[in-house]
C-alpha cells in the first residue's frame, strides 16, 4: 500500500493541488487547475514543470470528471450524484466499476472494486486548507485514485 497527501493551495486563483508521498514528503505530482470552461486540470509528475501526463474535464456541476491519458484517450470516468443525503462516487475504467461513499458526514471514503475489496481510501484532515491522505491499494493505479481525491474535494468541499 502507498500513503499519499494532497494539500489544495491556498490563495490562488486556479485549483492546483501539490501531492506528495508520505514515507518520503517529496512532492510526487502536481494537479494543476486550468481557468476554463467547464473546469480542467492537469496532472504532472515531480514540480510540475513537465509535460502532462493526465488531463482531467468536468461539467459545469461537477458530477462527472473524464480522466484523458496524453493521447487524448479517456481512461476513467467519475461519476457524483447530483443530490444525496449521502455522499458517495462511482469510477469507471475500462470494464471495471468501483464504488465508495463517504457516509453523511463524509470525511472519509472507501473505493471497492465488484469483489467488494478495498482499492483506495481518502480521508479528510479537519483543518482550514484542503488537506487529504490518500491510501492506494497495489492494484489500483495511483494517478487516478489521487484525481479521485481531487474530484471529491472539488464536488464536495471546494467553495466556490
Known amino acids: 500500500m502507498k500513503t499519499f497527501k494532497i494539500t489544495q493551495k ?3 486563483l486556479n485549483d492546483d493541488y501539490i501531492i506528495s508521498q508520505s514515507k518520503n514528503a517529496e512532492i510526487a505530482y502536481v494537479i494543476k487547475g486550468k481557468f476554463a470552461f467547464p473546469p480542467e486540470w492537469e496532472m504532472r509528475e515531480g514540480l510540475g514543470q513537465g509535460l502532462a501526463f493526465k488531463k482531467v474535464t468536468s461539467n459545469l456541476l461537477k458530477t462527472r470528471f473524464k480522466v484523458f491519458d496524453n493521447e487524448k484517450k479517456a481512461v476513467a470516468l467519475i461519476e457524483f450524484p447530483l443530490m444525496s443525503l449521502i455522499k458517495h462516487f462511482t469510477l469507471y475504467m475500462g470494464n471495471k466499476k468501483y464504488n465508495a461513499q463517504g457516509g453523511f458526514s463524509a470525511w472519509d471514503f ?19 486548507s484542503d488537506r487529504f491522505t490518500v491510501d492506494i491499494q497495489e492494484q489500483m493505479p495511483e494517478d487516478i485514485a489521487l484525481i479521485t481525491a481531487v474530484a471529491i474535494d472539488q464536488k464536495y468541499f471546494s467553495q466556490e
Open 10 to 12: 491556498t490563495f490562488e
Open 110 to 128: 472507501q473505493c471497492r472494486d465488484q469483489e467488494g475489496r478495498e482499492v483506495f481510501t481518502v480521508s479528510k484532515e479537519n483543518t482550514l
